[in-house]
């Protein structure tokens, strides 16, 4: 990257840091039960291939704003510099979409671009924005977008395709399984937007907006994060039901949910060994020895996650994710005649 980008910011940058830094584990676990599933790689592939990334793009190109020095140049400021601190390279394209909705994403597949809608901007500050910008960063890191355009994809597809049962049947169980995993991405990038953020503050303002905040002076943040233990802490397995089929169809974890997983996170011996420089590089990765860690590590955050809630079902289905996780294990196993 050029020095101008390197002087852009004074706060710590991560050179070489790997995405496993900040990583959930349960997101990586997810992704490597997806992986294991027999058949679905040429399902996505075949996805991906029907097609034209460049179309996408293209159409972004001719309905969107493209964030540059001449164009937005404040939020061109803050994605080089989300790309320096993260140390992306090269530099992927934003835009500015015109939406009401609140949303940013990142699409593409093998160039992945971000997205951000004017309502999300509209509701956030500059320090809000640059950790929206280092969530987005975090996906293009990690690798996320190729899933991601493919569920956005399925979705198209999927709506389409109530006339034949077997075909809609098969995406929707697809769809379902993206789902999962990609609420699982969102906690983790929302990690990656601390680290370009490195104001826990700000990206706790961020969830309050997205759960409904406008006038944030109105909002008390540690009653706001009562309620995520509320929510955690329901006794009746009714209400935790009530909570599985609310969120099974959506693509993000609930905005309370997020802010106390990442709140977290924050406090955590993890987040502070980053800043002073101890996390992991890419150059250490070993890819052909991470699917067996990434289970253990999604079965680890399972046990801890069961330990730390009150949530009946949830001490159910954190058992049931054990299970998984290891059935996962025997399927690859299996298939690669281990």
């Known amino acids: 990257m050029s020095d101008e980008i390197e002087r852009s910011t004074a706060r710590v940058r991560f050179p070489g840091i790997s995405p496993r830094a900040y990583e ?17 790689g040429p399902v996505l592939q075949a996805v991906a291939g029907a097609f ?27 994605r080089l510099e989300a790309a320096a601190t993260l140390d992306v390279d090269p530099v992927p394209e934003m835009f500015v979409q015109r939406d009401p ?60 395709m109530g006339w034949m049962p077997a075909g809609y049947w098969a995406v929707r169980a697809v769809v379902a399984a993206l789902r999962e995993w990609y609420r699982k991405t969102e906690l983790s990038c929302d990690r990656a937007g601390l680290l370009v953020a490195q104001d826990p503050a700000a990206a706790l303002r961020v969830h309050v907006a997205l759960a409904g905040g406008m006038d944030l002076s109105q909002v008390d943040t540690s009653e706001f994060l009562k309620q ?22 959506s693509t993000h974890p609930m905005a309370v949910v997020r802010a106390a997983e990442l709140q977290r996170w924050a406090a955590g011996e993890e987040y502070r060994e980053i800043l002073t420089g101890t996390y992991p ?46 059935a996962a294990g025997r399927v690859r196993s299996k298939f690669n005649g281990e």
Request: proline share 4%; aromatic share 6%; net charge neutral.
């Open 101 to 160: 909705r609140v949303y940013s994403r990142t699409l593409g597949i093998d160039k992945p671009f971000i997205v951000l809608s004017t309502g999300l901007l509209e509701l956030l500050d500059n320090n809000g924005r640059r950790f929206a910008i280092g969530h987005e960063m975090g996906h293009v890191l990690s690798g996320h977008a190729l899933y991601q355009t493919i569920l956005h994809r399925l979705i198209d597809i999927q709506q389409g």
């Open 24 to 40: 959930h584990p349960v997101d990586r676990g997810a992704l490597a039960v997806l992986r294991a599933v027999p058949g679905i």
């Open 52 to 78: 034209a990334e460049r179309g996408e793009r293209l159409s972004y190109v001719a309905s969107a704003i493209r964030v540059g020095p001449k164009q937005y140049p404040e939020l061109d400021r803050l």
């Open 228 to 249: 995520a233990k509320e929510y955690e802490q329901v006794e009746d397995v009714r209400d935790s039901l009530l909570k599985l089929i609310k969120t099974w169809r």
């Open 281 to 326: 590089r890419r150059e250490d990765d070993r890819p052909a020895s991470t699917f067996t860690e990434d289970l253990k590590g999604a079965a680890r955050s399972y046990k801890e996650s069961a330990e730390r809630s009150e949530d009946p079902l949830v001490k159910v289905l954190n058992e049931v994710g054990d299970a998984l996780v290891g």
